[in-house]
């Protein structure tokens, strides 16, 4: 075996492999980001270029919760919440010597990021915005409307980066298509189209915090049995990989690193659940729309099993999709009354059922359950078949629906998503928005569950600054969904990414971005 | 002759129009652009927003005879998926990593396939032969993303002589142009063994040793060279192939040449990067086609004079 590395690594050197690397050049082997772009507002919020810019915004790496380590010092609100006002910390500068960050900067953004170009998630947050320069160092923003997770629209899932306006005023757009200026802690060096991205350190960074690692390199690779290839020949020393692939780089000595809190939640929704009186979009013919099949459903599924399935046993059984300790309205007797009320019990799925009169008195009493492909959920298409096995088990009438998330995009913008389909919570959002886009119709159209007891709670949710209030009344939509069988709640679960141990001694990110991983700079290198 | 090229000619550029038309309607029957670009919370407000910059809320032949007529001057719009550039750079871009990845299945294809298939006609029924027709056999069952995998197991992983993926130098290009190349070996080495058969059963042949020809003259000089014409047809096909890039190899070894480029805009739903590059795919294999009928008649006075 020797011998034939010793001839191969010759036989490499003739043909002019370069995989000798630096020890302090860490590569990172991920999924590709579905755009593939320097011009963030461009993306649906693929933010590739975390390691070099910022939002206003910060996390602690290790609770999660937003801080200055961002590009604003400090903020404050008005008593309704509809002015926000950043200050921008002294000395912050960007990339390349293009100078200062200075509230022009964050108006110059703001303005690009909510142009009629932009594809941004949550953009809306920033829509119709008033951004104002205060001074050089404060900016002021006035919302519309009230918003107490205003934060959330400049934390890790932001919608707004700063870019540099020097940059924009000396060489446009193209600028940033070709090395954009950030204030992060990795400066771009170069894209790769379809390859992937360099950073390289900035020395003295104004933050005071430099990066441990001298270079950084995000590899894009969507096989996931390829970026497993590269992790386990050491041309990786991290890669992010679909959890049935884990135990294959764990047997192999690699060790898997995980958020400090849960970054993803995941559930089926019983997607066409309009039972608001009068919507001419509900399909009266929907098994579920009977609660009791909905319970029978959720009675039907073995979570644990599920669990060890798709994710290795490394989750949690999630209570209520889009609830979470962190946020508003978490409900701890909800958490404990679960299995009381959706344990495993095929008896009384079956039961449920027999009482509903499935499936002779159902027009279609089939459950057409969605098998579909996203990126970053790799399990999804397994868990459509847990799915028909548990159902089919109780003995419903099941059908796989295979169709592309951009296709089920389609079909949920029309309203007209009447599947039993799988769904992510990523990052776990402020429950405001998880509760709009999944339980009311102030999410339309990508909603998928309403219901008039929600409506009203959720109109006095919506009009509340009241913290107190607000806490409460999340918490009755919670209550209210969870008591309704609104989706069948699934997992909660971590970011994880597997290591090199040779390489890398340790990373503490928080789980508060689309990928998952974020705060590259806590790196620590062998 | 020149006739010859002109009705050719024509028919490769009617081909043209029918594919832009196909190619058209495929790509918008597939979905909205928007359902790829948007995010799963995009409000309606958004919506209509993207749906008018993009163009996308005017009929659809309007749409279509825009992009007949910027075509035909060689703007294909702009890339949906890799902003900043427009569709035809980036199939451009793409353009040199398959023309090298492809170049090489191609040389491979034909140094290991021609004398291969030569051989195993000349020792018939021998151990040679016999090889020859496994490799054949495997390589038109073995599925290219799974040859391309076990290679990059073995050879990468396990042995470490190869890197496993990704765009690069010579070392890179090895493993995908194996995988690529293996389908393209059988299929040319049974159609030479079939072709030398057939050619070394003819009279002339026998007439040829008969008068005391050396054997290895024999078989290069007169048993090959009429022969060659079934594998010359067949390179037409062969080099199409090829040289617009293999969606699943590329995709496997995250090669990014035009075969990953066009699965990667289909995904993306990137209709002006789908269009262009199948039309690229389009031409590649009509002109390939062109050279194979014009060698064709070249070798064959038969053609074209009929």
């Known amino acids: ?526 | 002759m020149l006739t010859f090229l002109f009705k050719r000619t024509l028919y490769a550029l009617i081909s043209l129009l029918v594919i832009t038309l196909i190619v058209f309607s495929l790509s918008h029957l597939s979905g909205n652009p928007l359902d790829a670009l948007l995010p799963d919370d995009a409000t309606p407000q958004q919506i209509e927003q993207v749906t008018r910059h993009l163009g996308l809320d005017r009929p659809i032949w309007v749409q279509y005879l825009t992009f007949l007529q910027n075509a035909a001057m060689g703007d294909f719009g702009d890339s949906l998926k890799w902003k900043g550039q427009t569709a035809a750079e980036v199939v451009w871009e793409r353009l040199p990593a398959t023309l090298q990845l492809g170049g090489l299945a191609l040389l491979i294809s034909i140094v290991v396939a021609l004398p291969l298939g030569v051989m195993a006609a000349v020792y018939k029924n021998t151990a040679l032969d016999a090889v020859a027709t496994v490799i054949a056999l495997l390589g038109q069952s073995l599925p290219a993303f799974w040859l391309g995998l076990v290679l990059m197991w073995i050879f990468a992983v396990m042995l470490g002589w190869f890197p496993t993926s990704g765009y690069g130098g010579l070392s890179h290009m090895i493993l995908p142009a194996v995988a690529m190349a293996w389908f393209q070996v059988a299929a040319l080495t049974r159609l030479t063994r079939s072709a030398m058969l057939e050619v070394l059963d003819a009279e002339y042949i026998k007439l040829a040793r008969v008068k005391g020809v050396r054997e290895r003259r024999v078989v290069w000089k007169h048993a090959f060279r009429n022969a060659a014409i079934v594998p010359v047809t067949y390179f037409g096909v062969l080099a199409g192939s090829l040289l617009t890039g293999s969606v699943v190899i590329e995709t496997v070894f995250n090669w990014p040449g035009t075969g990953w480029l066009a699965i990667t805009a289909i995904q993306g739903r990137d209709f002006p990067v789908v269009q262009t590059v199948v039309l690229f795919f389009a031409v590649l294999f009509l002109l390939a086609n062109l050279i194979v009928d014009i060698l064709y008649a070249l070798i064959d006075p038969r053609i074209r004079n009929t």
């Open chain 1, 1 to 526: 075996m020797k011998l034939t590395r010793i001839a191969g690594v010759s036989l490499a050197v003739l043909l002019g492999t370069t995989v000798l690397t630096s020890a302090q050049t860490i590569t990172v082997a991920m999924s590709p980001p579905s755009v593939e772009t320097n011009r963030y507002w461009n993306t649906p919020g693929d933010f590739n270029l975390g390691p070099a810019m910022q939002g206003l915004v910060g996390h602690d790496p290790v609770t999660g919760m937003y801080d200055n380590s961002g590009l604003a010092e400090s903020w404050s609100h008005n008593d309704d919440f509809t002015e926000w006002t950043f200050t921008l910390h002294e000395g912050a500068e960007f990339h390349f010597g293009y100078g200062p960050v200075t509230a022009a900067d964050v108006v110059h953004s703001h303005t690009l990021h909510t142009g009629e170009d932009s594809t941004l998630i949550g953009v809306a947050q920033l829509k119709d915005v008033a951004v104002e320069a205060l001074d050089e160092r404060t900016v002021k923003f006035t919302l519309p409307r009230p918003q107490i997770d205003f934060l959330f629209a400049h934390g890790g899932r932001g919608s707004l980066v700063i870019y540099s306006k020097a940059q924009y005023d000396a060489e446009g757009l193209e600028g940033y298509d070709t090395r954009p200026a950030g204030t992060g802690e990795f400066q771009f060096v170069a894209r790769n189209i379809g390859q992937g991205l360099t950073f390289e350190r900035v020395e003295n960074h104004w933050s005071g915090r430099d990066a441990e690692v001298e270079r950084l390199v995000l590899r894009f690779i969507g096989e996931p049995a390829t970026a497993l290839a590269t992790l386990l020949s050491r041309e990786a020393d991290m890669a992010v990989l679909p959890r049935e692939l884990q135990p294959d780089a764990i047997n192999a000595g690699f060790e898997a690193i995980g958020s400090s809190n849960a970054a993803n939640q995941t559930a089926m929704l019983f997607n066409g659940t309009f039972l608001t009186e009068g919507d001419d979009k509900l399909d009266p013919t929907l098994p579920w729309l009977d609660i009791r099949i909905r319970e029978a459903i959720n009675r039907a599924i073995d979570r644990e099993a599920v669990i060890d399935v798709l994710y290795d046993g490394r989750a949690s059984i999630l209570p209520v999709f889009g609830m979470d300790p962190r946020h508003e309205g978490y409900r701890e007797d909800l958490a404990e009354m679960f299995e009381e009320y959706y344990g495993y019990d095929p008896e009384r799925a079956m039961a449920l059922m027999a009482e509903a009169g499935y499936p002779q008195d159902f027009e279609n009493p089939v459950i057409p359950i969605l098998s579909s492909n996203l990126a970053g959920n790799p399990e999804f298409p397994t868990m459509a078949e847990l799915m028909q096995v548990f159902l089919d088990e109780v003995g419903f009438q099941t059908e796989i629906v295979e169709l592309d998330w951009a296709g089920l995009g389609a079909l949920r913008r029309a309203r007209e998503a009447r599947l039993f389909h799988p769904m992510r919570n990523m990052p776990v959002k402020p429950s405001a928005v998880g509760i709009g886009n999944y339980y009311a119709s102030s999410g339309r159209p990508n909603v998928n569950y309403e219901d008039p007891v929600i409506e009203e709670l959720n109109t006095l949710y919506a009009a509340s600054t009241d913290p107190q209030e607000r806490e409460e009344l999340a918490g009755r939509i919670f209550q209210q969904a969870f008591e309704q069988y609104a989706v069948a709640p699934l997992a909660s679960l971590s970011a994880e990414i597997m290591v090199n141990p040779e390489t890398v001694a340790g990373w503490t990110f928080p789980g508060v971005t689309s990928a998952g991983i974020s705060h590259f700079n806590l790196i620590e290198p062998q």
